[in-house]
């Protein structure tokens, strides 16, 4: 059809608006695919390695170790695979420390991606991003913990993909932790004190009914984790649950977006062709030879868009993936393991919305009859809308009803204007929310909260008085199902501030207990409300009143008074299990763990930096999408008003004032926009993280400081900047003739 | 006879008051003729024009055109009407403006299974010399050429233009006139031109008066004079 050739000639010479809608389709099916061919391949390896290489349903610790016997009797009585692995951590001299477990057979089976499996004494395998972060290659010789080790190859272990060394750590920094697997006779030698682990396996990944206390009546357990409380393992799913919301509603936007700009201007090209239209109605052309024609536009913005996206987001799911890669050790047990539904998704749907609803503008202006059509547009609808006759619009001098006017005649533009600046500046507040609640969060946490510098926790119940540390009962119990630790603190403890809002909660604890922000979210209470505890092990239940809530970002927690809580839990009044010191313990005996504030700060350290560049990269995102969007409105209002535009050259005014006239029209709805995004933003990221705050047991601090204000309204202005100047560009190309030729008509 | 019309009217609602564009107009065009619809602006003429080239409806009344009853025809039916048989000119030449005067004509010429030589059409209409330009860069005169050849490719048995000459000064209005008498002869296309300049009527076949929507005379020239004998009012 010769009619094709006008398409290509339209986009060719409107590209500018042509390529500005591409690419907004570009950007929405490329971080569509991108994150979900990345989050899917987490997903298939994830699923991979938990099935094929027996992922534990549970592992516990117990003061003394049960014999083979007992073990097979419980495997026999339960219909569980039970299996046990010893292991040691010792420390390398790159101050990193390395957690070394023997091979298992049945339960929790070592993957080795590269190199071999240790088979002689003194061999060891050890995971790639812990080789790569302490500078460790295979056939390396180190020496660690004694031990003049010989690097054989790398390992996955199905229970360390989130590698971390306790349970409550939240960050996992493979440069000063990581795991390894070693002979039992290397693992034997070593000087360390070597723990032992039972690990459990079943059909249904459940732990089974009664195993728990059976165990408990056999040996004490000092530990008891099941698949779905270990963080080592459940991180990674929530990581992929978590991400799913933002894979679909992100691009969702850009979409919608995207899609509102092209049937903009379908229905700006359609208006234009009304004449056209008609003509070719009169001249026997049927409507849906017509209608074929005008979805060519959609078909090229569609095709080009989609598979532009397609191709990049394919790409850059790529360095994605290997993002992910640093933070889950998770194999690549096959080629392809991303879900070829995406692209699918990612092709089809765009394509669909783009191109059925353009139909519907399509068809509106087809639905016309040709001799309607064929009259100019001012005799069928010359007629002023309401708002038009408001009489404040009417009064004032010449350009202020000019600019007025113009606003109210283009409300879907202004309201585009609105929804792109909303869009841009929702987008760069949470980037810049997100850049300082780490911040914040460190401050809070590790400096004003936290006094001390370790934390200690014994395998058994301390009495033994401490003069100069302070020692506290901590405990699990649960509120509604939900697991919290309970803290029995020294009210007057020097190591640890209950901080809100810059004023110390501690005495407080007199009337009624502290809880942390985490556990305020997930509870839905403040201060006054009421909780019940209750203790796991017999029940017993404890209603308290909560009196604040103090800044604790991280982990659900209760603090009481450590008498109070001795005496719920049935430990003798002057009981503790932990005491925070500022010094490294000296003996290690009866200790059961040692937590060491500043390696989870420095954790924190290390991974804001890859925080910091994914807000500047948002923060691109939003200013690009805001450019877009914004051009091409006032690209399009420029291109409409170009009658007046060139009556008012014609008159003697300078550029300068024609465009103040017809352009900066918009800036007060970009102010406000602005300001009226700014609580949105703040609720919505406040929401996130509420939503959040279950799967992930910390909350950030999101509230919104006057520099981020000012920093987004600079950012936002410079945006609209930057359009305004484009658009200039096109207003100064507007000829003098323009506004004789249209008379004609 | 390729048209006849019978006691046809057209009411248009608009707003309170009813305006009677056509009032019970009957007539009829013979084969293979020039036939002028005289005028004053707001008569009905248009009206008249748009109900028999298919493009507007009508209130009663009936109008055959090349064998078909335009009454019983579904919306779809009619630009198939449109699309074998008529041939449309527009006082303001509605030419696409991205597409060269070649490729407006191809816009006719797809629409007819056997139509005319596009060498041999644009030749005729004078524009084959200019047929890679695109509109702007042509006369309104030059601009009417290219739609009267966009019109004529398809080989329509009808011509039906509004105003053709209305946006023209005399001599390109004449040369217009001469090549839609040209046309006629070449062709055997029958021809119906509007206008509400009288003296075009001499150079007709046949010519109607009309006024307030009725027709209120109706005669045949027997020695219609040549296109450039016209007075141009
Ligand atoms: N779409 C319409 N709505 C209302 N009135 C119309 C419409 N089209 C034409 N008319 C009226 O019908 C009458 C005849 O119009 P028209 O056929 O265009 O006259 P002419 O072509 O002779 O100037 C005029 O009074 C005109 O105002
Ligand atoms: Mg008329």
Same mark, same amino acid.
């Given at each position: 059809?010769?009619?094709?050739?006008t398409?290509?000639?339209?986009?060719?010479?409107?590209?500018?608006?042509?390529?500005?809608?591409?690419?907004l389709?570009?950007?929405?099916?490329?971080l569509?695919v991108?994150l979900?061919m990345?989050?899917?391949?987490l997903?298939?390896?994830?699923?991979?390695?938990?099935?094929?290489?027996?992922?534990?349903?549970?592992?516990?610790m117990s003061s003394d170790?049960l014999?083979?016997?007992?073990l097979?009797a419980l495997e026999?009585q339960?219909?569980v695979?039970?299996?046990?692995?010893a292991?040691?951590?010792?420390?390398t001299?790159?101050?990193s420390?390395?957690?070394?477990?023997e091979?298992?057979t049945?339960v929790?089976?070592?993957?080795?991606s590269q190199?071999e499996?240790?088979?002689?004494e003194g061999e060891?395998?050890?995971?790639?991003?812990f080789a790569?972060?302490?500078?460790?290659?295979?056939g390396?010789?180190v020496?660690m913990?004694?031990?003049?080790?010989?690097?054989?190859?790398?390992?996955f272990?199905?229970?360390y993909?989130?590698?971390?060394?306790?349970?409550?750590d939240?960050?996992?920094d493979a440069s000063?932790?990581?795991?390894?697997v070693?002979?039992s006779?290397t693992?034997?030698?070593?000087?360390?004190?070597?723990?032992?682990?039972?690990?459990?396996?079943?059909?249904?990944?459940e732990?089974?009914?009664? +195993?728990?206390s059976?165990?408990?009546?056999i040996?004490?357990?000092l %530990?008891f984790?099941?698949?779905?409380?270990?963080?080592?393992? %459940?991180?990674v799913?929530?990581?992929?649950e978590?991400?799913q919301?933002?894979?679909t509603t992100l691009p969702?936007f850009?979409l919608?977006?995207?899609i509102?700009?092209?049937?903009?201007?379908?229905k700006?090209?359609?208006?234009?062709?009304?004449?056209?239209i008609?003509?070719l109605?009169?001249?026997?052309?049927?409507?849906?030879e017509?209608?074929?024609h005008?979805?060519?536009y959609?078909w090229?913005?569609?095709?080009?868009g989609?598979?532009?996206g397609l191709?990049?987001?394919?790409?850059?799911?790529?360095?994605?993936?290997d993002?992910y890669?640093t933070y889950?050790?998770?194999?690549?047990?096959s080629m392809?393991d991303?879900?070829?539904v995406?692209l699918?998704?990612?092709?089809?749907?765009?394509?669909?919305?783009?191109l059925?609803?353009?139909?519907?503008?399509v068809?509106?202006t087809?639905?016309?009859e040709p001799?309607t059509?064929l009259?100019?547009?001012?005799?069928?609808?010359?007629?002023?809308?309401?708002l038009?006759?408001?009489?404040w619009?009417?009064?004032?001098?010449?350009?202020?009803?000019?600019?007025l006017?113009?606003?109210?005649?283009?409300k879907?533009?202004s309201?585009?204007?609105?929804?792109?600046?909303m869009?841009?500046?929702?987008?760069?507040?949470?980037?810049?929310?997100?850049?300082?609640?780490?911040?914040?969060?460190?401050?809070?946490t590790?400096?004003?909260?936290q006094?001390y510098?370790y934390?200690?926790?014994?395998?058994?119940?301390?009495?033994e008085?401490?003069?100069?540390?302070?020692p506290?009962?901590?405990?699990e119990?649960?509120?509604?199902?939900?697991?919290?630790?309970?803290?029995g603190?020294?009210?007057?403890?020097?190591?640890?501030?209950?901080?809100?809002e810059g004023?110390?909660?501690?005495d407080?604890?007199?009337?009624g207990v502290?809880?942390s922000?985490?556990l305020?979210?997930?509870q839905?209470?403040g201060a006054?409300?009421?909780?019940t505890?209750?203790?796991?092990?017999?029940?017993?239940?404890?209603?308290?009143?909560?009196?604040g809530v103090?800044d604790v970002?991280?982990?659900s927690?209760v603090?009481?008074?450590?008498?109070?809580?001795?005496?719920?839990?049935g430990?003798?009044e002057?009981?503790?299990t932990s005491?925070w010191?500022d010094d490294?313990?000296?003996?290690m005996?009866?200790?059961f763990?040692?937590?060491d504030?500043?390696?989870?700060?420095a954790?924190f350290?290390?991974?804001?930096?890859?925080?910091?560049?994914?807000?500047?990269?948002?923060?691109?995102?939003a200013?690009?999408?805001g450019?877009?969007v +914004?051009?091409?409105?006032?690209?399009?209002?420029?291109?409409?008003?170009?009658?007046?535009?060139?009556?008012f050259?014609?008159?003697g005014y300078?550029?300068?004032e024609?465009?103040?006239?017809?352009?900066n029209?918009?800036?007060?709805i970009?102010?406000?926009?602005?300001?009226i995004?700014?609580?949105?933003?703040?609720?919505?990221?406040?929401q996130?993280?509420n939503t959040?705050?279950?799967?992930?047991?910390?909350i950030f601090?999101?509230?919104?400081?006057w520099?981020?204000v000012?920093?987004?309204f600079?950012?936002?202005?410079?945006?609209?900047?930057?359009?305004?100047?484009?658009?200039k560009?096109?207003?100064?190309?507007v000829?003098?003739?323009?506004?004789?030729?249209?008379? %004609?008509d | 006879?390729?048209i006849?019309?019978?006691r046809v009217?057209?009411?248009y609602?608009?707003?309170e008051?009813?305006?009677h564009?056509?009032r019970?107009?009957?007539?009829?065009?013979?084969?293979?003729k020039?036939?002028t619809?005289?005028?004053?602006?707001?008569?009905?003429k248009?009206t008249?024009?748009?109900?028999?080239?298919?493009i507007?409806?009508?209130?009663?009344?009936?109008?055959?055109v090349?064998?078909?009853?335009?009454?019983?025809?579904?919306?779809?039916?009619?630009?198939?009407?449109?699309r074998?048989?008529a041939?449309f000119?527009?006082?303001?030449?509605?030419?696409?403006?991205?597409?060269t005067?070649?490729?407006?004509?191809?816009v006719?010429?797809?629409l007819? %299974?056997?139509?005319?030589?596009?060498?041999d059409?644009?030749?005729?209409?004078g524009?084959?010399?200019?047929?890679?330009?695109f509109?702007?860069?042509?006369?309104?005169?030059?601009q009417?050429?290219?739609?009267?050849?966009r019109?004529?490719?398809?080989?329509p048995?009808f011509?039906?233009?509004?105003e053709?000459?209305?946006?023209?000064?005399?001599e390109?209005?004449?040369?217009?006139l001469?090549?839609l008498k040209?046309?006629?002869?070449?062709?055997?296309?029958?021809?119906?031109i509007i206008?509400?300049?009288?003296?075009?009527?001499d150079?007709?076949h046949?010519?109607?008066?009309m006024?307030s929507?009725?027709i209120?005379?109706?005669y045949?020239?027997?020695?219609?004079?040549e296109?450039e004998?016209?007075?141009?009012?």
């Amino acid at each position: 059809m010769i009619l094709r050739k006008t398409i290509s000639r339209t986009i060719k010479e409107k590209k500018f608006q042509y390529a500005g809608v591409t690419l907004l389709l570009v950007l929405a099916v490329m971080l569509y695919v991108s994150l979900s061919m990345a989050i899917t391949t987490l997903e298939e390896r994830n699923d991979t390695f938990t099935r094929e290489y027996k992922q534990e349903a549970f592992h516990w610790m117990s003061s003394d170790p049960l014999p083979d016997e007992e073990l097979q009797a419980l495997e026999e009585q339960f219909e569980v695979t039970l299996e046990r692995r010893a292991y040691q951590d010792i420390s390398t001299d790159e101050n990193s420390s390395l957690r070394l477990f023997e091979p298992t057979t049945e339960v929790n089976l070592p993957f080795i991606s590269q190199g071999e499996m240790p088979e002689n004494e003194g061999e060891i395998a050890i995971a790639e991003t812990f080789a790569d972060r302490n500078g460790f290659n295979i056939g390396d010789v180190v020496s660690m913990g004694g031990l003049e080790a010989k690097i054989t190859g790398y390992v996955f272990l199905p229970d360390y993909i989130y590698m971390i060394e306790q349970q409550t750590d939240l960050l996992a920094d493979a440069s000063i932790f990581g795991v390894g697997v070693t002979t039992s006779e290397t693992l034997a030698a070593l000087s360390g004190n070597e723990q032992q682990q039972i690990l459990g396996w079943t059909n249904s990944n459940e732990v089974p009914e009664g +195993l728990r206390s059976a165990v408990n009546t056999i040996s004490t357990l000092l %530990q008891f984790i099941s698949s779905e409380d270990n963080a080592r393992i %459940q991180f990674v799913e929530s990581e992929i649950e978590g991400a799913q919301s933002l894979i679909t509603t992100l691009p969702l936007f850009i979409l919608g977006l995207s899609i509102a700009m092209v049937l903009m201007l379908m229905k700006r090209r359609l208006e234009l062709q009304r004449k056209e239209i008609g003509t070719l109605m009169a001249l026997g052309y049927r409507k849906r030879e017509l209608r074929r024609h005008y979805l060519g536009y959609a078909w090229i913005v569609g095709l080009i868009g989609t598979m532009t996206g397609l191709v990049l987001g394919a790409g850059l799911s790529l360095p994605l993936s290997d993002l992910y890669a640093t933070y889950f050790n998770l194999p690549a047990l096959s080629m392809f393991d991303f879900d070829p539904v995406v692209l699918v998704v990612g092709f089809v749907i765009p394509l669909v919305l783009l191109l059925s609803l353009t139909m519907l503008v399509v068809n509106r202006t087809l639905k016309t009859e040709p001799l309607t059509l064929l009259k100019p547009k001012e005799m069928s609808s010359g007629k002023k809308s309401w708002l038009e006759k408001l009489p404040w619009l009417n009064k004032g001098s010449f350009i202020r009803r000019f600019r007025l006017r113009l606003l109210v005649r283009s409300k879907a533009r202004s309201f585009y204007i609105f929804l792109g600046v909303m869009f841009s500046t929702v987008l760069l507040l949470f980037g810049l929310i997100t850049f300082n609640s780490m911040d914040r969060l460190v401050e809070t946490t590790y400096e004003d909260i936290q006094k001390y510098e370790y934390a200690v926790h014994y395998s058994s119940i301390q009495t033994e008085d401490r003069d100069d540390d302070s020692p506290y009962t901590m405990a699990e119990v649960t509120i509604n199902e939900e697991k919290v630790s309970l803290y029995g603190i020294e009210p007057d403890t020097d190591d640890l501030h209950l901080m809100s809002e810059g004023e110390r909660l501690n005495d407080q604890l007199t009337e009624g207990v502290v809880i942390s922000r985490p556990l305020a979210a997930i509870q839905k209470v403040g201060a006054g409300d009421e909780l019940t505890l209750t203790n796991s092990f017999n029940d017993k239940k404890w209603t308290v009143q909560v009196a604040g809530v103090a800044d604790v970002f991280i982990g659900s927690n209760v603090y009481v008074p450590r008498t109070e809580a001795n005496d719920f839990l049935g430990y003798p009044e002057s009981a503790y299990t932990s005491v925070w010191q500022d010094d490294k313990p000296a003996s290690m005996e009866n200790v059961f763990m040692v937590e060491d504030k500043q390696k989870v700060m420095a954790s924190f350290e290390s991974t804001s930096g890859a925080t910091r560049n994914s807000v500047l990269g948002m923060s691109v995102f939003a200013v690009l999408i805001g450019v877009i969007v +914004l051009t091409l409105l006032t690209n399009l209002i420029v291109e409409e008003n170009s009658p007046s535009i060139s009556l008012f050259k014609v008159m003697g005014y300078h550029e300068k004032e024609v465009s103040k006239l017809v352009l900066n029209v918009y800036t007060p709805i970009v102010v406000v926009s602005y300001f009226i995004s700014i609580p949105f933003a703040s609720l919505g990221i406040e929401q996130t993280m509420n939503t959040l705050v279950q799967q992930t047991g910390f909350i950030f601090p999101t509230d919104v400081t006057w520099w981020m204000v000012l920093i987004g309204f600079l950012v936002i202005m410079m945006t609209y900047g930057i359009s305004l100047s484009l658009s200039k560009r096109k207003l100064k190309k507007v000829s003098l003739q323009e506004a004789l030729k249209k008379q %004609q008509d | 006879m390729t048209i006849v019309v019978e006691r046809v009217n057209k009411v248009y609602q608009s707003g309170e008051v009813d305006i009677h564009a056509l009032r019970e107009a009957s007539l009829n065009v013979p084969d293979n003729k020039i036939v002028t619809i005289l005028g004053p602006s707001g008569s009905g003429k248009s009206t008249l024009l748009n109900v028999i080239g298919g493009i507007d409806r009508f209130d009663g009344g009936s109008v055959r055109v090349a064998g078909q009853s335009l009454e019983n025809l579904k919306d779809g039916q009619l630009t198939e009407f449109r699309r074998t048989y008529a041939g449309f000119i527009f006082q303001q030449y509605n030419l696409i403006p991205t597409l060269t005067v070649e490729e407006n004509v191809e816009v006719g010429k797809e629409l007819s %299974q056997n139509p005319l030589d596009m060498k041999d059409t644009l030749e005729k209409v004078g524009m084959w010399d200019k047929k890679d330009k695109f509109p702007y860069q042509l006369s309104g005169g030059e601009q009417q050429r290219v739609a009267i050849a966009r019109a004529l490719i398809k080989n329509p048995t009808f011509l039906l233009c509004d105003e053709p000459t209305g946006a023209l000064d005399e001599e390109t209005g004449k040369n217009i006139l001469r090549l839609l008498k040209y046309v006629n002869e070449t062709y055997g296309t029958t021809v119906l031109i509007i206008t509400h300049n009288q003296g075009i009527g001499d150079m007709a076949h046949k010519v109607i008066r009309m006024s307030s929507g009725e027709i209120v005379e109706e005669y045949e020239n027997e020695n219609p004079i040549e296109p450039e004998k016209v007075t141009w009012a």
